[in-house]
């Protein structure tokens, strides 16, 4: 869960959860996230801090968007 008394910021907290998630195996590649709306709901933070997490495991390769469709799990790059 997201602890609002720790140094790290809530989308950092909340990026490290659903990166743990998609690297245990609980998202497939390309398996749809939970909406913003279910994520706001599920750990009580707000919509722009949510959009911060998912835009940061963006950013990191973990997930892309589709518009219209929803934000999905990426499939993994191929490792040299």
């Known amino acids: 869960m997201i602890d609002p008394n720790n140094?790290?910021?809530k989308y950092y907290q909340l990026a490290n959860i659903l990166r743990q998630q998609i690297e245990n195996g609980d998202f497939q590649p390309n398996d749809a996230i939970p909406s913003e709306r279910k994520?706001?709901?599920r750990?009580?933070?707000s919509r722009p801090t949510i959009r911060q997490a998912i835009d940061l495991l963006g950013?990191?390769?973990y997930l892309y968007r589709v518009h219209g469709k929803g934000t999905f799990v990426s499939p993994p790059k191929l490792q040299k």
Request: glycine share 8%.
């Open 7 to 9: 140094v790290i910021p």
């Open 39 to 41: 994520l706001e709901e």
């Open 59 to 61: 950013t990191q390769g």
């Open 43 to 45: 750990y009580n933070l």
